[in-house]
């Protein structure tokens, strides 16, 4: 079955130290790629996303993401990190199978930024 | 402003009660999705929409129930089978029938009594 895996479920880290989150998912075919932030008492958005091309995408806010094919990774880094940036982010995987589509999330690691 | 609404913030309900959550968007999206979301689980697929009058089991479909009577609307019943019901539900909705970005509501808090 299809899974994504979020290893780190809870950082902290201080202001400015760099910070790299993992996902890694279960799938052999074509899949788009997706991080999901989710800031205290705010909705759920999307922080970047991968659908083709070059492997190493940027979003929002400085953050971006790396798609290594060979590893199933699409891992989460931000060089520096704010006390904004502390939140929920969820890694999400979207496959297609016989023209169905589904969504597959992570468990989500739960980031606090220390000022 | 375009989006997705939820309603209410907060929903109660009773033993061997019904509840019905609201979603309502005006994106003009195809698709629309239910997702619980409980700590250290992430987010899981109750019922999803790739059009009007049509929806699809998801992962834990069991205990709830979805209608699609219109493109905008989306309700999610959590009926008396449910046994473990107090969670915080998220609804969103994305573009077409390939499932691509999703844009969520602010969600349901929905507690027992």
């Known amino acids: 079955a299809q899974s994504v895996s979020q290893h780190n479920h809870h950082v902290i880290l201080s202001e400015a130290a760099s910070l790299e989150l993992g996902c890694n998912y279960s799938y052999g075919g074509t899949v788009n790629l997706f991080w999901y932030v989710q800031y205290p008492g705010q909705h759920l958005q999307l922080l970047l996303k991968y659908f083709s091309g070059d492997p190493l995408v940027k979003g929002i806010k400085g953050f971006e993401a790396e798609f290594i094919k060979s590893k199933f990774s699409f891992n989460l880094r931000k060089p520096s990190v704010q006390w904004s940036d502390t939140a929920e982010y969820f890694c999400a995987v979207n496959v297609g199978d016989s023209g169905t589509y589904k969504y597959i999330f992570g468990t989500g690691t739960r980031l606090k930024v220390l000022a | 402003d375009g989006g997705i609404t939820q309603s209410p913030k907060y929903l109660f309900r009773k033993e061997g009660q019904n509840v019905t959550l609201s979603c309502e968007q005006n994106l003009n999206h195809d698709a629309m999705y239910w997702y619980r979301q409980d700590p250290g689980q992430g987010l899981r697929l109750i019922y999803y929409?790739?059009?009007?009058?049509?929806?699809q089991k998801g992962d834990i479909a069991e205990g709830y129930s979805v209608s699609r009577e219109k493109k905008e609307s989306f309700p999610l019943t959590v009926t008396s089978a449910q046994k473990n019901p107090t969670a915080f539900y998220l609804c969103?909705?994305?573009?077409?029938?390939?499932?691509?970005?999703?844009?969520f509501g602010p969600g349901t808090r929905l507690l027992v009594l």
């Open positions: 969103a909705s994305s573009i077409g029938r390939r499932q691509e970005t999703q844009y």
């Open positions: 929409s790739q059009i009007v009058n049509d929806f």
